[in-house]
């Protein structure tokens, strides 16, 4: 509960800026989003694997093919979400659903920025722990603007659990700058899971 004196916010809970519910979803819920996080990341990947002409987990993942992915999935979840909860859930869905949008985009656009003027491989090092960092920063600031433009409740802000959920980011990051560890080891094959996951965040919204 959040009320003012005077103009000034007062914080009773903190839970409502979070889009946290008040109850748990049934396994039906979860399921049903889980299903429609799955299928709105394999419809691009379907796409591009015919594009690419490879199997679709040989993908080569470039900015395009990582923000409409991450795009699918998180579509695939809000509606997978949205039909299968209660209707007074679906603000937290849609806003929650921002958030890990622009958490899933915006890093890797400016990761692309900064890696595009050298291609040192230590600049590349560098600018991937800016861009991750300042671009989840950037996102969360944006994500609140969008979705609380009268800053009518606290700010969502980043926190540990934030960022350990989001290891999406710094996988699309490290893909994107062409990190050689990263290119041997072929972690790229993890970002369709991981964009599902994050797909199934935004669509239970908890």
């Known amino acids: 509960m959040i009320t003012s ?30 299903t429609g996080a799955i299928a709105g990341t394999l419809i691009p990947m379907m796409y591009f694997a015919k594009k690419q002409n490879v199997n679709p987990f040989k993908i080569k993942y470039k900015l395009k093919e990582m923000i409409t992915v991450s ?8 509606i997978g979400g949205v039909i299968a909860d209660k209707k007074e859930y679906r603000k937290q869905k849609v806003n929650e659903s921002v958030f890990q949008f622009l958490n899933a985009s915006i890093p890797p656009l400016l ?40 800053d009518k409740v606290p700010d969502r802000k980043l926190n540990i659990k ?22 041997k080891l072929h972690l790229d094959k993890l970002l369709p899971a991981i964009y599902s996951w994050c797909g199934y965040r935004g669509g239970i919204s908890n």
């Open 71 to 78: 795009a699918g999935s998180i579509i695939g979840g809000l």
């Open 5 to 34: 004196i005077k103009g000034q916010k007062i914080e009773y809970d903190i839970k409502p800026y979070r889009y946290h519910r008040l109850e748990n979803q049934d396994k039906s819920v979860k399921i049903k989003t889980a």
């Open 162 to 183: 934030d960022s350990i959920a989001n290891i999406d980011d710094a996988l699309g990051v490290l893909v994107l700058a062409k990190v050689p560890l990263i290119e």
């Open 111 to 150: 990761t692309f920025g900064l890696y595009k003027i050298s291609k040192n491989l230590t600049y590349r090092i560098a600018g991937t722990a800016i861009g991750l960092i300042g671009g989840m920063h950037i996102a969360a600031k944006l994500a609140n603007k969008i979705n609380d433009p009268l």
